[in-house]
């Protein structure tokens, strides 16, 4: 099993529908991360959760809602969604919160996301 | 704000020696990052420089000099796998320690 997986790898969803992205580490860390990744541009870190708690929440418009019910599991539900919502969404964990202390941090290879 | 300059695209040939380069503005500095993503593929980890000076690592080594908020990533002994992008990320305190990433270097190896 590869350390971090994340379902589905790919998504087509319109303005009005709800769905869901899902995110499993296999490697006993306990922080994970949700990060936006759009073409040509840097990563942008959404939320962090340190031990099942938020710890970051950086200005993310409340249609994406982030959830994380055990240390080993994160979602994001997402609901009505704008066109510009469309990218890469990638979940990462680390041992730490933040992943900075060491710099490291294991990503899944993320959900492609098309919003119509 | 806090911003990481990286090139858009270098190009290199098989064999050879390439170095990205990364320079930062940031408010504070804790350590400086370096991360390979190929495409459809996951950002692995690949460096960190907290202090000044060459980390090598194989055919990867990583330079830092925090007095010119400047590092890079040097790639020897070019091989086609290692066409990717590369990207820089720097951690700070006023960044709570979490990342703050450059946009990505697309590195191009060319036989």
């Known amino acids: 099993e590869t350390g971090v997986t994340q379902t589905p790898r790919h998504l087509v969803m319109g303005m009005t529908n709800k769905k869901s992205l899902k995110c499993e580490q296999h490697l006993g860390h306990n922080a994970m991360y949700w990060y936006k990744q759009s073409a040509k541009k840097p990563l942008e870190l959404m939320f962090v959760y340190s031990l099942e708690e938020r710890v970051e929440n950086n200005s993310v418009p409340s249609r994406f809602s982030p959830e994380c019910p055990n240390s080993s599991h994160l979602f994001l539900h997402l609901h009505t969604l704008q066109p510009e919502d469309s990218a890469l969404y990638l979940c990462?964990?680390?041992?730490?919160?933040?992943?900075?202390?060491?710099?490291?941090?294991?990503f899944g290879e993320g959900s492609r996301l098309t919003v119509l | 704000g806090q911003s990481l300059e990286q090139p858009s695209e270098v190009t290199a040939v098989e064999g050879a020696i390439v170095q990205i380069n990364c320079t930062y503005q940031?408010?504070?500095?804790?350590?400086l990052s370096w991360y390979q993503q190929h495409d459809g593929g996951a950002p692995t980890f690949l460096s960190y420089?907290?202090l000044d000076g060459l980390e090598e690592t194989g055919r990867f080594s990583s330079f830092l000099s925090r007095s010119d908020s400047y590092g890079y990533l040097l790639l020897q002994e070019l091989q086609m796998k290692d066409s990717a992008s590369y990207f820089c990320?720097?951690?700070?305190?006023?960044?709570?320690?979490?990342?703050?990433w450059g946009a990505g270097t697309k590195l191009i190896i060319k036989p």
């Open positions: 990462a964990s680390s041992q730490g919160s933040s992943g900075g202390n060491t710099g490291e941090l294991f």
């Open positions: 420089n907290a």
């Open positions: 990320a720097v951690s700070t305190p006023d960044s709570n320690y979490q990342l703050i």
């Open positions: 940031t408010s504070g500095f804790y350590g």
